[in-house]
């Protein structure tokens, strides 16, 4: 069935103080979004990357859009507010009132902050949206959705045989958000629907089951959503059309439509793979730091490698994304990288002739300086730094193909310079994230002479080559230096709190720090006098840097600021 033109949206801008208000960037463009083709767009990326205000931005942007934020549920609870939060209190919450100013005020109030009171009232005032999300519930969950009414207040009950409780006071989050984006979904009053992580509280299933209704009356109504998502089930592209709906946010980056980083000469091949692998993409976006390999063989070797020489918390945040070849390593490593993923690849030597991977090797600034200064390359290319290799394979007659000339290059002796030219090339190459197996493929690291999953397994066991590979490719989130720097900066904070405090009373001596935050740096650091004006600040916690220490006085430039191990002291 053709779907029926999109409601007139219009082209939304939005600039990064659109988005991030006071932003250095101020008036320069964090997005456009100018095509409305797909039903549903998405928002990912990590958080504090702007993917909820920019949604919040764009349902400003557009009369009749209606936003429901990741607090929606707010607008079915009671609380009791207090000067330091707020408190649910769901024990004497009567329901949604129905007297006309009250119904009035909370439409007004939901459309205003994005909580999901409306949604309720429209079980009530229209019987369509009521019978369609009753019978949506019963199917899936075995549940009965009624409207009750009592003393004013609309009170929605949830029956199960013979037992009826009510929606609000007696159950969980995950039944009222269903029924909360059921009703608008099947709601009729809104041009763009904006939904915030609409996967909360429920199961993956049902979010799945959610959004083919959300699409279906988009596609049927010609109407559109805006979805911010964290849910990787819920990106699984099919095309690079599908490609065109989602918008990836990284932090300090403008947005990215995944579909425009596709060049023309890639689509058939990417619609290809995605067919294939539908959750490549979604791996891709929510991964720490994927790893494209090539087939199952690649990611059996490797998970038994990983197993067997990291943590398990290393092995369970090392995601490996198969791609099916070795020229879809190429193809999905040249996209990652324009995209802006934080993404690493493992490919067989003749990945070096690949012009996709080429192209991408030549667009990093990191590796056109290596060219230049290791390989003494000019212009700074790939192909500049592969001609003496080419040259002598020319000279031997090997025949110019990619597997032909990475079987010379595996068995390349060091004459004439030629084996250290490769090898200084697949060091820069993995600098650059790309490990260029120097045996030649897969099945050369582990010794086999056969293709197969239970082969790479059983191979990966013992200890070799392929761990190498494992230890490259592991994810290990390594925060210790980042804690180093910030006990950095608060420590010389401390100092010169101390520094102003003698400079205002020189006859004064201190055992604690001074300022404003004195007690909270207290629990920090402790402050010895050791005579003549000079201080020395000894960290307390955290328990890793216990014992080092930082000596001052009135005159110590910044620069001297700097926190000492114990083993110097």
Same mark, same amino acid.
């Given at each position: 069935?053709?779907?029926?033109?999109?409601?007139? +949206?219009?082209?939304?801008?939005?600039?990064?103080?659109?988005?991030?208000?006071?932003?250095?960037?101020?008036?320069?463009?964090?997005?456009?979004?100018?095509?409305?083709?797909?039903? %549903?767009?998405?928002? /990912?990326?990590?958080?504090?990357?702007?993917?909820?205000?920019?949604?919040?931005?764009?349902?400003?942007?557009?009369?009749?859009?209606?936003?429901?934020?990741?607090?929606?549920?707010?607008?079915?609870?009671? %609380?009791?507010?207090?000067?330091?939060?707020?408190?649910?209190?769901?024990?004497?919450?009567?329901?949604?009132?129905?007297?006309?100013?009250?119904?009035?005020?909370?439409?007004?109030?939901?459309?205003?902050?994005?909580?999901?009171?409306?949604?309720?009232?429209?079980?009530? &005032?229209?019987?369509? /949206?009521?019978?369609?999300?009753?019978?949506?519930?019963?199917?899936?969950?075995?549940?009965?959705? @009624?409207?009750?009414?009592?003393?004013?207040? +609309?009170?929605?009950?949830?029956?199960?045989?013979?037992?009826?409780?009510?929606?609000?006071?007696?159950?969980?989050?995950?039944?009222? @958000?269903?029924?909360?984006?059921?009703?608008?979904?099947?709601?009729?009053?809104?041009?763009?629907?904006?939904?915030?992580?609409? @996967?909360?509280?429920?199961?993956?299933?049902?979010?799945?089951?959610?959004?083919?209704?959300?699409?279906?009356?988009?596609?049927?109504?010609?109407?559109?959503?805006?979805?911010?998502?964290?849910?990787?089930?819920?990106?699984?592209?099919?095309?690079?059309?599908?490609?065109?709906?989602?918008?990836?946010?990284?932090?300090?980056?403008?947005?990215?439509?995944? *579909?425009?980083?596709?060049?023309?000469?890639?689509?058939?091949?990417?619609?290809?793979? +995605?067919?294939?692998?539908?959750?490549?993409?979604?791996?891709?976006?929510?991964?720490?730091?994927?790893?494209?390999?090539?087939?199952?063989?690649?990611?059996?070797?490797?998970?038994?490698?990983?197993?067997?020489?990291?943590?398990?918390?290393?092995?369970?945040?090392?995601?490996?994304?198969?791609?099916?070849?070795?020229?879809?390593?190429? +193809?999905?490593?040249?996209?990652?990288?324009?995209?802006?993923?934080? /993404?690493?690849? %493992?490919?067989?030597?003749?990945?070096?002739?690949?012009?996709?991977?080429?192209?991408?090797?030549?667009?990093?600034?990191?590796?056109?300086?290596?060219?230049?200064?290791?390989?003494?390359?000019?212009?700074?290319?790939?192909?500049?730094?592969?001609?003496?290799?080419?040259?002598?394979?020319?000279? &031997?007659?090997?025949?110019?193909?990619?597997?032909?000339?990475?079987?010379?290059?595996?068995?390349?002796?060091?004459?004439?310079?030629?084996?250290?030219?490769?090898?200084?090339?697949?060091?820069?190459?993995?600098?650059?994230?790309?490990?260029?197996?120097?045996?030649?493929?897969?099945?050369?690291?582990?010794?086999?002479?056969?293709?197969?999953?239970?082969?790479?397994?059983?191979?990966?066991?013992?200890?070799?080559? %392929?761990?190498?590979?494992?230890?490259?490719?592991?994810?290990?989130?390594?925060?210790?230096?980042?804690? &180093?720097?910030?006990?950095?900066?608060? /420590?010389?904070?401390?100092?010169?709190?101390?520094?102003?405090?003698?400079?205002?009373?020189?006859?004064?001596?201190?055992?604690?720090?001074? *300022?404003?935050?004195?007690?909270?740096? &207290?629990?920090?650091?402790?402050?010895?006098?050791?005579?003549?004006?000079?201080? @020395?600040?000894?960290?307390?916690?955290?328990?890793?840097?216990?014992?080092?220490?930082?000596?001052?006085?009135?005159?110590?430039?910044?620069?001297?600021?700097?926190?000492?191990?114990?083993?110097?002291?």
């Amino acid at each position: 069935m053709t779907a029926p033109a999109t409601a007139g +949206l219009p082209a939304i801008d939005l600039t990064w103080n659109d988005v991030f208000p006071g932003a250095d960037r101020g008036i320069d463009s964090f997005m456009r979004l100018e095509s409305w083709d797909c039903p %549903i767009t998405y928002f /990912v990326g990590r958080n504090g990357s702007g993917k909820s205000r920019a949604a919040r931005a764009v349902s400003t942007r557009v009369e009749g859009a209606r936003l429901l934020i990741a607090d929606r549920l707010l607008g079915l609870m009671a %609380i009791t507010s207090y000067t330091y939060g707020i408190e649910p209190n769901q024990d004497h919450f009567k329901g949604l009132p129905l007297g006309d100013p009250e119904r009035h005020q909370a439409g007004v109030g939901a459309k205003r902050t994005g909580v999901a009171s409306e949604e309720i009232y429209n079980l009530r &005032e229209r019987p369509e /949206v009521w019978l369609r999300v009753a019978a949506f519930i019963r199917k899936t969950l075995g549940r009965t959705i @009624e409207i009750h009414e009592q003393s004013g207040y +609309l009170d929605p009950h949830v029956r199960i045989g013979n037992s009826s409780y009510s929606l609000f006071r007696e159950e969980g989050h995950g039944l009222r @958000e269903l029924v909360t984006l059921l009703a608008a979904t099947y709601g009729e009053d809104w041009r763009i629907l904006v939904v915030d992580e609409p @996967e909360l509280h429920l199961h993956p299933s049902m979010v799945r089951l959610w959004l083919a209704e959300l699409e279906k009356e988009c596609r049927n109504s010609g109407r559109r959503a805006v979805v911010v998502t964290h849910e990787p089930s819920m990106i699984q592209p099919k095309s690079v059309d599908d490609l065109n709906g989602i918008w990836y946010f990284s932090t300090g980056k403008p947005a990215c439509r995944l *579909g425009s980083c596709i060049l023309p000469a890639q689509t058939k091949r990417v619609t290809a793979s +995605l067919q294939r692998y539908p959750q490549l993409v979604s791996t891709l976006v929510f991964s720490p730091r994927p790893v494209l390999v090539e087939g199952i063989d690649d990611v059996t070797a490797l998970t038994v490698a990983l197993m067997r020489t990291q943590s398990p918390e290393i092995v369970a945040q090392t995601d490996l994304a198969e791609c099916g070849s070795n020229g879809g390593v190429a +193809l999905w490593f040249e996209i990652g990288n324009s995209i802006g993923f934080d /993404v690493r690849a %493992i490919a067989d030597l003749d990945s070096f002739f690949a012009p996709e991977v080429q192209r991408t090797m030549d667009s990093s600034s990191y590796v056109r300086s290596r060219y230049g200064s290791d390989l003494a390359a000019e212009p700074a290319t790939t192909s500049t730094a592969l001609r003496p290799l080419i040259e002598q394979m020319n000279k &031997e007659s090997i025949l110019p193909n990619p597997k032909n000339r990475a079987q010379w290059l595996a068995h390349l002796k060091d004459e004439g310079g030629h084996s250290a030219r490769k090898s200084k090339l697949i060091e820069i190459w993995r600098g650059a994230g790309l490990w260029i197996h120097p045996q030649g493929c897969l099945e050369d690291v582990l010794g086999i002479t056969e293709k197969g999953a239970e082969r790479a397994r059983l191979a990966a066991q013992m200890a070799g080559p %392929i761990d190498d590979v494992a230890d490259w490719c592991a994810f290990k989130l390594d925060h210790m230096g980042e804690v &180093e720097l910030l006990l950095n900066v608060a /420590v010389e904070k401390i100092a010169h709190q101390l520094m102003e405090a003698i400079r205002i009373d020189p006859e004064a001596e201190f055992d604690a720090p001074a *300022g404003p935050n004195a007690i909270i740096d &207290e629990r920090l650091v402790q402050v010895i006098s050791l005579g003549a004006g000079e201080y @020395e600040l000894r960290v307390k916690a955290p328990t890793a840097f216990a014992g080092w220490w930082l000596r001052f006085s009135r005159q110590t430039p910044s620069s001297d600021l700097v926190l000492k191990s114990p083993k110097i002291d």
